[in-house]
């Protein structure tokens, strides 16, 4: 499609669509992926069930993934045409770098920031960019969430959720949030499987990936940064979470109740008072995409419940690459400056689209 | 409260209030939980967590919950009249007899089905009663359900989600499976601690218990139940879930696009077709109730998605008892009509509580 066909649509249709959590894997990632499970170098069963399946399995959904995840060029722009998207805030793919040993993993996340940053300035008018880091190495993680920003023109950083089973609640990765705030950039808090201690029974009964499994890793990981402080540390965090913020908005309401009922009665010696309502947090320091869940009656109620300025539209690009849900996703009843907002300037403030 | 004022106020009011998640304990089962913490009989971190705190601490929370578990009598009246509850469907507090051995478990289900059915004996018009059962005997535990049923008067099953890590699409529980579904009575499933393969990073979190724990655990539950195909062996079988549903219904959407991708790709071997949707059977042979969920825009969702004749009052007595809750729960915004289904008609119809 010719850049000046590309701009009338968007005028025609009164916005731009912006896919906000769109992933990318590089060629020598994924060979990494492939040998760790040949032999057997690593022992998480999550690791194993979502990339020995990625990467073993001939059927459509797996190859044609992986093909896909490994595309910055041609192929992604084509499928970006096809459906209409004018924008991908691409980032690395779950679990990115947070499976290897912490020297592999900053060696390789900066490899990984080279080869984006490179396909933005390639085309800087289709694709943004968020910083992989390595949370196993949180200083190195610091340094390159500032390279990323200052250097890179990065919108964002990306973290896959748990590393090695830690959680960003861990003390030891302040360095990170702290980089993360003072750099004024959002965390896209990505799903991967759920960690060693959560995923046995999830795992048993094929329940542990994007199913349900995901969704579960990623709102606890939300939820015990929030318990455990994180925001009252770093007030002007921002994080980002996919697939309507991982069920935490439909919970709105029974997390206050029991955070505040677990609190006074000091149940956890771990669990105290907070500044704010964990809904609160929830309203202030989050915003959630819509990845994976072109529906309708969802999408209303987080923009019910958190605010319109807080759900960002976003594809799942290549996981979920369906036509008919950017339809879907047009369709919602939204008014027209509605619709504006979430396909297009929330994405524009939130991840500093300006000028881009 | 007298009978006759009582039957005024709800002429006056235009339904009957019939909460659907209450819950009690025997004072026997709570020694004999004690004893099994005391002694460190049983290793369960999750009946730790829970249990350790409800009859270790001193706390206002614990305390009264404590006393009122166990009360049938006068004191849960008093607390119905002062809230406007007209009728307590009670059932056995989480986990129940399920974390006893099974010859245990199957003489204290019945002792507490007969306590139960007793105070449901003395006060008719006010309480009914589901059937505790001990699935660690699947065969004794279809017993219970028919002896319930049939002889005790009972309106349905509780199961308070795992025993002893199991689940129950597991082919061993297919007798009660099949108890239930021939003696046309629903199981509620009910949350408790998520089980040992489930609950480590929750747990040190502080986030294993009703804040975010038990949803996991009984909405994983839910699912497995599904995906292993339980419904299309058992078409007939009603499940109730309380907290609206432990948000599987916000999932809708996802659960059906991700089942029919992970069956087309052949991921696991043991998820294979099924003969509808996974939302199909969340609308079909689930019911919600808004048991801790007090909150018009979840409740409304949750009427939209599944339908108004799927979602049912609960208050989540002694654990959630709050008469504000009650007030928010009548203002949620809905017709005459539909706020009598709510409260009252689909628990009537759910339930078979026609002429108790």
Redesign the interface.
Known sequence: MSEAARLESIRTRGYARIATEEAFAPAAMLERYRRMLERHEFDDPGFRSLWG?YLG?R????TQIIAKLQDLGPQRMADMDATGIDRQIISLTGPGVQVFDAATAVAMARDANDELAEAVHRAPHRYSGLTAVAPQDPRAAAAEIERGKRQLGMKGVIINS?TH?E?L?HPKFSDLLAAAEAENTPIYLHPQSP????????LE???D????GF??ET??HM??MI??GVFDRYPRLQVVLG??GE?LP??????D???R??V?????P??RPLKRRISDYLRENIYVTSS????A??IR?CQ??LGMDRVLYAMDYPY?FVADEVAASDAVPLSDQERRQFFQTNAERVFSLQGS
């Open positions: 399946f399995s059927s459509p959904r797996a748990h089973g959680y609640d960690s060693k201690g959560l995923i046995a029974p999830l009964s094929g329940l990936g994007a199913i349900y969704s579960v709102g606890m939820l015990r318990v455990s697939h309507l069920a439909f919970w709105l309401f029974r997390l109740y029991m955070h009922a677990t006074a009665a000091a149940r956890y771990n669990m994976g869940m072109a529906w009656p969802a109620f019910d419940v979920q």
